[in-house]
């Protein structure tokens, strides 16, 4: 998957069906997906159409953030970034939380959280390419 995503040309010059890649990677993530809320579902003990807009953006930011702690490209340290990223998504949460707001628990403000972190995120690594480079 991850030389399906780094180009489809160098993939198919490589002699890789990547056609054969891709349905099996969506295969895969979605029966992994199904799987996950349908346990979801047997253990809460019902059912809602607004369960899964949390988990999305749950997910995303701890990607996102997670993949700025990340130093090489290796499974392992993805991984171990993506669970960073998730630490420090709720941290911010509960930060927020405890400066007094009362509609924190809503989608749009973890979203708005999401968004910030983000930004936030992307500022310093912005800084530290920058520094990099005048020290070079």
């Keep these: 998957m991850r030389v399906y995503g780094d ?10 069906d990547t ?8 295969g895969l993530s979605n029966g992994l997906v199904a799987g996950a809320g349908a346990l ?13 807009a949390g988990a999305l953006v749950f997910g995303i930011a701890s990607v996102i953030i ?15 970034g993506c669970f960073i990223g998730a630490i420090i998504y709720k941290i911010a949460i509960e ?15 973890n979203i708005i959280i999401a968004i910030v972190l983000i930004f936030l ?4 690594n912005d800084q530290r390419k920058q520094e990099n480079l005048e020290n070079f």
Excluded: P
């Design 121 to 124: 995120m992307v500022t310093v």
């Design 19 to 26: 056609k054969h890649v891709l349905w099996v990677g969506l």
């Design 95 to 109: 930060v927020v939380t405890s400066l007094g707001s009362s509609t924190v628990g809503s989608d749009y403000n």
């Design 66 to 80: 997670g993949q700025r702690f990340a130093t090489t490209n290796s499974v392992k340290e993805s991984i171990i």
């Design 40 to 52: 979801m579902t047997q253990v809460i003990g019902n059912f809602s159409t607004a369960m899964g």
């Design 7 to 16: 180009g489809i040309i160098i993939s198919e010059s490589l002699g890789i």
